[in-house]
Nanobody, 126 residues
Framework: QVQLVESGGGLVQPGGSLRLSCEAS????????LMWFRQAPGSERVGVSC???????GYAWSVKDRFTISRDNQQKSVYLQMTSVKFEDAGDYYC????????????????????WGEGTLVAVSS
């Protein structure tokens, strides 16, 4: 069955960096866009970034120019490089896919997502 397994979360200081990874199995991720969402305590899950099958990318305005999404199809993985981390970046980060090849205008909408990972926690503290 489809599985998305995140790793790399942890405690980071403001201004620091962290790299999240997500390994896919049970399907061929090469053909599909992959996304990262974040959910802070008491808040809704929000889209952070998307990378399409052709390496097109999309970012939430709050992380643009600080986070970089990438993928390695040989490793069946998608990554999120977080830099200049802020307190508001804290939360559970979820890897996901809508089983579409493109990101489009609706990639950040939870309702479009078909599969979710279990999440990895990012805590920001000085």
């Amino acid at each position: 069955q489809v599985q998305l397994v995140e790793s790399g979360g942890g405690l980071v200081q403001p201004g620091g960096s962290l790299r999240l990874s997500c390994e896919a199995s049970g399907f061929t991720p090469d053909y599909y866009a992959l996304m990262w969402f974040r959910q802070a305590p008491g808040s809704e899950r929000v889209g952070v970034s998307c990378i399409s099958s052709t390496l097109g990318t999309g970012y939430a305005w709050s992380v643009k120019d600080r986070f970089t999404i990438s993928r390695d199809n040989q490793q069946k993985s998608v990554y999120l490089q977080m830099t200049s981390v802020k307190f508001e970046d804290a939360g559970d980060y979820y890897c996901s896919t809508a089983m579409k090849s493109f990101c489009g205008d609706t990639w950040a909408a939870q309702a479009t997502i078909t599969y979710w990972g279990e999440g990895t926690l990012v805590a920001v503290s000085s």
